[in-house]
């Protein structure tokens, strides 16, 4: 005879649910936080990237040049679009890293490793961009503008533009690029650090503690730099062309090799090694540290 459910077991069960949305929204608020906070500090290397992929130089000459045309200022063009994208985008594939892999493990044959990671680090990615790839070409078309001039009024002024002139397409403009990229990304920071935090927790090398979320952060920047620079050389140049440059992204890359060759597509490295790293250990420190304080906050209420 099957057991009735009581009163009490009703109760554990919204009590568990409750429990696994606090867990939850703790994630998505401490991703997205430490997210806009990396950005915030980062943005000056990340707007001397942009103008290196775009411009070319060295990177002291075209540090300069935007001091000289645009102050300190010139180097955080593109701050609250940059601020957008992050609450966007890594909100997504952080904060839901974890619910999505267990999703995979409670519905199909994946149940640990680097295939799983890999499942769950692209899904989020995949998730992320659909939603927030407007974001990502406002920020990169006001980064980009010439030194001493100014594309767009403001960044909503930037998403009205774009709309009117350019339709959904051109706000979504580069979305293919941009899914390869972000996704390969997610592999090199959010799947390399679970993975070697995992592994040092596994081994009892090192305690879940500041050192191990330093190292692991580390080793994201380092792997996420060497897999995105080609991605992220051929997503720039596409997405801040003109309507019609380039028919498609295959040919945007074809064209980039034919007129620098394979360095091309590290143009801009350097800096973008030191941001990247940088922002890995910013956001994944930050992003720690924010969810022990939200979860023993939420334990206490």
Known sequence: MAKESTVSDHIKVGTSFLELNKELVTKLVSAGSAACIAEAITLPMDCTKIKLQVEGGSIASVMRQ????????????????????????CTIRLG?????????????????????????????????????????????????????????AGTMSAYYQIAVSEGSKGLWSGLGPNIMRLSICNIGEVVTYDSVKQAMLKRKLMEDAFPLHF?????????????????????????????GTYSNVLKCALALAKEGGPRIFYKGC????????????????????????????????
């Open 215 to 243: 190292f692991a952060a580390i080793c994201a920047g380092f792997v996420t730099t060497t897999l995105t620079s080609p991605v992220d050389v051929v997503k720039t140049r596409y997405i801040n062309s003109a309507p």
């Open 66 to 89: 935007i001091a000289q045309a645009d102050g300190v200022k010139g180097f955080f063009r593109g701050l609250v679009p940059g601020l957008h994208r992050q609450l966007g985008f």
């Open 96 to 152: 839901l890293y974890d619910s999505t892999k267990q999703f995979y493990i409670n519905n199909t044959p994946l149940n640990d490793g680097l295939p799983l990671r890999f499942a769950a680090g692209i899904s989020t990615a995949v998730a992320a961009v659909c939603c927030a790839q407007p974001t990502e070409v406002v920020k990169i078309r006001m980064q980009a503008a010439k030194s001493g001039t100014v594309r767009y």
């Open 270 to 301: 350097v800096p973008s090694f030191f941001r990247i790293t940088g922002w890995n250990l910013i956001m994944f420190m930050s992003y720690e540290q924010l969810r022990k304080v939200m979860m023993k906050q939420m334990a206490s209420s």
